[in-house]
């Protein structure tokens, strides 16, 4: 979702950085459900969320460059975080076949006890 979300502000900065948006009209969100009419006054400098509220003001390319980063950032995290699941399940596969082991195990060795009781039982 995060991903999308940056991917999405590099389309949308590199579409209005175009020189034929400059001047351009459009509806700038207030709220969730709210657009105050604007115009686009430098279309070459972006105000960009950093985190926890802080906005600096970037040139298109660096804007571009900083999501482009985040998303990189996302796509080796999401790599790393795949690699971490394939272990665990691998692990929790391995420990499954040794319980399953031992509870064969386990039931052979009763099977082989009631056997020689019987055997015993049949003898005495």
Do not use: W
Not at 65 to 70: A, I, V
Not at 76 to 85: G, L, M, W
């Amino acid at each position: 979702m995060a991903k999308s979300k940056f991917t999405e502000c590099m389309d949308d900065i590199k579409t209005v950085s175009k020189a034929e948006n400059k001047g351009q009209k459009l509806l700038i969100p207030a709220s969730a459900s709210l657009y105050i009419p604007g115009k686009i006054v430098d279309n070459k400098k972006f105000m960009v969320d950093i985190g926890t509220g802080y906005y600096v003001e970037k040139s298109a390319d660096a804007a571009v460059s900083f999501y482009q980063k985040k998303v990189d950032k996302l796509n080796k995290e999401s790599v790393q975080i795949q690699d971490i699941i394939k272990e665990k399940t691998q692990y929790s596969m391995s420990i499954e076949l040794q319980i399953r082991q031992a509870a064969i195990k386990q039931h052979e060795a009763m099977s082989k006890q009631q056997q020689q009781q019987k055997k015993e039982a049949s003898a005495a």
